[in-house]
């Protein structure tokens, strides 16, 4: 097996040896996924039933090992305690929920069940249903009793207009409204593009079918880019509920998110619901990758607040919510300054003629050089060696694993890697290139 395979850093016998577990989820800090915040409760429409829904887990990411006699790591038992209370908007705690949460993968902790606890009386809601009356509610999330992530909705209701049978219908209020995600499957660009956003229908009637369209323009020029698929409708819930819309040409052929990235600049998406405008949301290209903003920011936001997308969602709020940042100005240039998908002076576009040859054993494992170290694609290097790659592009990370074990772990602004749990210096930092990235390989 050749030499320079061996990526980064050290030869491929480092990579292929039996993975540790390395200790790359505690330089992180721990987060919710922002979907599954939205997703993962509900509120039954016919009473004051409040609940973490087990169809949609709330999922943590980066929380750090904990010990257990059982298979889940956290429990209520005897291992780590993640935990969130749900509090009153003058600060009087109402309940907890203490969770079993599992590894699967690495980093991600899915929620798998609870005890839930009545902080007013003390005792076990075997349920798991918390009844609320209607006003203002903060739910806080604990590890080990520090807060890290908090959000708040509201409870709201509507009375039947039928005289002969009263009844109160009952209805969650909050982010839900305001936040919508571009995302591609393991932030592949060569997937399909797709917009997910929660909708429901707050109203007497158990359920609404409502025509949606969703219409993606560039801002330079106006141009339609993509929309959703043409006499598209769903069929809305009281409860809120995620709904995906596939992005498709303007000529309905399909829409890949390398068809977006292709052209750097600010985008528009707007949504509408029965032919009237719903909503408004704005996003940037940059470099040839969707751009963070607001509170999807990593280390700009408070940790509390911070929005997390995970490997392959985007996350957006809606303008006319009045708490859109300031989008940046619109560009059609990368971020080197030249034309989207330009080569920057002095970078060549692929390696030395024996290392292109020696790459053909590996499909899509071309070699570049940068500043004169070649550099490999990672995600072909590694999957050919029976390795999986995750990025996480909030967190700027690349990870290679086997199982639940990370044997590499990089970020795309540092000098240094994470292998087998040991730090190695690389000679250079992993860079993206038209959604491929490479890392500096060894050619001695």
Not at 182 to 203: G, H, I, S, V
Not at 210 to 227: F, K, L, P
Request: charged share 20%.
């Amino acid at each position: 097996m050749m030499r320079w395979i061996a990526v980064v850093f050290v030869s491929l016998a480092l990579v292929v040896v039996a993975p540790v577990t390395a200790p790359a989820q505690e330089e992180m800090p721990p987060s919710i996924m922002w979907g599954s915040v939205l997703g993962g409760v509900t509120m039954h429409h016919a009473n004051p039933r409040f609940a973490f829904f087990p169809f949609d887990p709330v999922t943590a990411v980066f929380l750090p090992p904990a010990e257990s006699n059982t298979i889940y790591p956290y429990n209520p038992v005897d291992g780590g305690n993640f935990s969130a209370v749900i509090s009153s908007a003058d600060g009087t705690e109402l309940a907890r929920y203490v969770f079993y949460a599992l590894a699967r993968p690495a980093p991600f902790w899915p929620v798998d069940d609870s005890w839930l606890t009545d902080l007013t009386t003390g005792e076990r809601i075997q349920t798991k249903q918390m009844p609320l009356a209607p006003g203002d509610y903060v739910i806080d999330f604990f590890l080990e009793g520090e807060r890290f992530f908090t959000y708040s909705f509201s409870v709201s209701t509507l009375d039947s207009d039928d005289p002969f049978r009263p009844a109160t219908y009952w209805f969650l209020d909050g982010p839900w409204r305001d936040w919508g995600c571009l995302t591609y499957a393991e932030a592949d660009p060569q997937q399909l593009l797709t917009w997910m956003a929660f909708l429901r229908n707050k109203a007497r009637e158990t359920s609404k079918t409502v025509r949606m369209e969703v219409v993606i323009s560039r801002d330079a020029d106006g141009a339609t880019v993509c929309t959703s698929r043409p006499g598209m409708s769903r069929d809305l819930l009281p409860e809120w509920r995620r709904h995906r819309f596939e992005l498709v040409h303007p000529t309905g052929a399909q829409f890949h998110a390398a068809d977006l990235l292709a052209r750097d600049g600010a985008y528009t998406l707007r949504m509408t619901m029965d032919g009237e405008p719903y909503g408004t949301w704005r996003f940037q290209v940059a470099g040839g990758r969707l751009q963070y903003v607001g509170r999807a920011v990593r280390g700009q936001v408070d940790p509390l607040a911070f929005v997390e997308g995970g490997m392959d969602e985007w996350w957006y709020i809606r303008e006319e919510s009045g708490e859109a940042p300031e989008a940046p100005s619109g560009t059609e240039t990368g971020t080197t300054g030249q034309p989207a998908g330009a080569t920057p002076a002095g970078q060549q576009a692929t390696g030395a003629a024996g290392q292109q040859a020696a790459t053909e054993q590996i499909p899509g494992a071309t070699p570049i050089t940068i500043n004169g170290h070649t550099m490999v694609p990672l995600r072909s290097v590694f999957e050919w060696l029976g390795a999986e790659v995750r990025w996480i592009p909030q967190a700027l990370s690349i990870y290679a694993s086997r199982g639940d074990d990370i044997i590499v772990l990089m970020r795309l602004d540092e000098s240094e890697a994470t292998v087998n749990g040991q730090k190695v210096p690389l000679p250079q930092p992993p860079v993206q290139r038209d959604g491929v990235t490479y890392v500096p390989s060894a050619t001695a």
